[in-house]
């Protein structure tokens, strides 16, 4: 599965930002689906998770302020981030479930990633 993120960038505090991650149409309505993000000597966490039902979840510091959703005749994965602050900075990367695993912001329950795309926030 090859998962391609793109809209990253920097921005102001306050402001938003909108991710987005191409995979395959069969890829996006199947599984569980989830963005994580990573900033140097700490470990990668995740954000947001949304099953192939439509359920979705999200860490505490993003409710609120992030909405993960997918576009299923696309192939696409979104995230939507509002009220940016300067600890969202990071490489924020989108995620394929392992078959068979429950959809939780784990990374070990996430087998295939994208190579990530940076967001600033200053």
């Known amino acids: 599965v090859q998962l391609v993120e793109s809209g990253g960038g920097s921005v102001q505090v306050g402001g938003s930002l909108r991710l987005s991650c191409v995979a395959s149409v069969d890829t996006i309505g199947r599984y569980c689906m989830g963005w994580f993000r990573q900033i140097p000597d700490k470990e990668r966490e995740g954000v947001a998770g949304i099953e192939s039902d439509g359920s979705t979840s999200y860490a505490d510091s993003v409710k609120g302020r992030f909405t993960i959703s997918r576009d299923n005749t696309g192939g696409m994965l979104y995230l939507q981030m509002n009220s940016l602050r300067p600890d969202d900075t990071g490489i924020y990367y989108c995620?394929?479930?392992?078959?068979?695993?429950?959809?939780?912001?784990?990374?070990?329950?996430?087998?295939?990633w994208g190579q990530g795309t940076q967001v600033t926030v200053s």
């Open positions: 995620a394929k479930a392992r078959p068979g695993y429950a959809c939780s912001l784990q990374p070990a329950a996430f087998g295939s």
